[in-house]
């Protein structure tokens, strides 16, 4: 079976070379933007690529846990890794928007307060946070597993939040916004009751 | 020559033109695509050879007039205006192009007419991004007449000396240097005089967003983001933000248009 096989192929690769690849689509980014590779206005086109980046990574780690119920892949050694590099990009997106786009302190209060998309977008990112922090074995032996697993459900809602964000900030009818959110609340539904069955398997 | 009008209607200050290459690869002409470098890489597919323009409505002498036909009526010379997008970025064009007053004489305006409405090609085997309904196509806009008639109001045709990229509307396109770049209809193949305010694309789509009038205000902020600082297309990955120009600067031609009227409400 398909499943076994790619288990039994992924049982000797660890996590941690994640962390490293996570660097080069940043890096290669950034340096695209500083020699004409992201087109005549760089600052916008590295913004929404790294949000975008952000939220495909929500996705991937959202996929986690239904790959392993309904298709049996176990990938659950690389959700951690899914969520910080995630985190990390989402950082990034944040600090191009603040330092670059914006650049006015004043305006930047002014904008997570007024405009809607900004505040849907910052309050995923204040979601994020202890998820970020969390992320680590003294956290979960601190925490309990139980109330552990219960304060990482807070990544639904921020992956939620993530998708309608994008979706907030195009100008008229678009289609790819659309399709991450329809992809994102899918994943959601995949994990209320009535999907999974049995409930002690939660 | 050239320059004389350019010079008059930059109101003294000296404007450098962004490049060839910034112009005509970072652009918003969505029925190729919503991307910003989609109208470049999809515009070639457009059929230019042969065009017409449909003037009608309430005017003396309605009727499609040929390209050619237009330009052989006309003056052509060159404006260097700034270029301010509704999304805050702007640059600078030198366009090539005729007054839009010239044209509507040419049919001859009727007196009870008060607007004027324009509407783009839509070929949607030619113009991919109209299989998606991100707008009501075809893409139309309006001007009040007195706008329309203003002498910084230029139907373009060229930019720095060359036919006009069709990523930038080709074979003609309006300019109006002091509304929001949209209001700037491309590829046009009809304009209508008529008694009543037309509709227009973004307005129909969002109507809190996008206001019959769109004026470059920087007092009043698009929902979405602050209309106050806008960025330059061309200065890099550390480009400044400026303050945004009232009227984009063309103030002092075209305030006296607005006299008495509430910009905040005719946004």
Known sequence: MLAKRINGALRHVPAWPLYIVAVVPPVWLLWQGLTGGLGVEPIKALEHELGELALQLLIAGLCITPLRRFAGVNLLRYRRAVGLIAFFYVVLHLLVWLVLDVQILSQIWADIIKRPYITVGMAAFVLLIPLAATSNNASIRKLGGKRWRQLHKLVYAAALLGGVHFLMLVKGFQIEPLIYLAIIVGLLALRLPLATGARQRA | ?267
């Open chain 2, 1 to 267: 020559g050239l320059g004389q009008g350019a010079r008059a209607a930059e109101g003294g200050d000296a404007l450098e033109p962004n490049s060839w290459d910034e112009i005509t690869s970072y652009n918003n002409y969505y029925e190729f695509g919503t991307g910003k470098e989609d109208p470049k890489r999809n515009a070639d597919q457009l059929t230019i050879e042969p065009w017409s323009v449909k003037i009608d409505g309430l005017v003396d002498r309605p009727g499609d007039y040929a390209f050619d036909e237009i330009l052989s009526n006309m003056t052509l010379e060159e404006r260097i205006y700034r270029f301010r997008c509704v999304e805050a970025w702007s640059m600078v064009v030198p366009w090539t192009g005729f007054e839009l007053a010239d044209l509507l004489e040419l049919a001859g305006v009727q007196s009870s007419a008060k607007y004027v409405a324009f509407e783009t090609v839509l070929r949607p085997d030619e113009m991919p991004g109209t299989r998606y309904n991100v707008l009501d196509w075809p893409y139309v806009e309006g001007l009040r007449l007195d706008e329309a008639m203003h002498p910084l109001t230029i139907m373009a045709t060229g930019i720095y000396d060359r036919d006009i990229p069709k990523q930038n509307g080709a074979p003609l396109r309006l300019v109006v240097p002091w509304k929001y770049g949209f209001k700037s209809i491309k590829s046009i193949v009809r304009i209508s005089l008529t008694d009543s305010e037309p509709p227009t694309a973004w307005n129909k789509a969002n109507p809190r967003e996008y206001g019959f009038y769109s004026n470059v205000n920087p007092e009043v902020d698009h929902p979405r983001w602050s209309q106050a600082t806008e960025r330059e297309i061309g200065g890099g990955l550390f480009s400044k933000r400026k303050p945004t120009l009232m009227f984009n600067g063309y103030g002092e031609e075209v305030a006296s248009l607005y006299a008495g009227m509430d910009l905040q409400k005719n946004f």
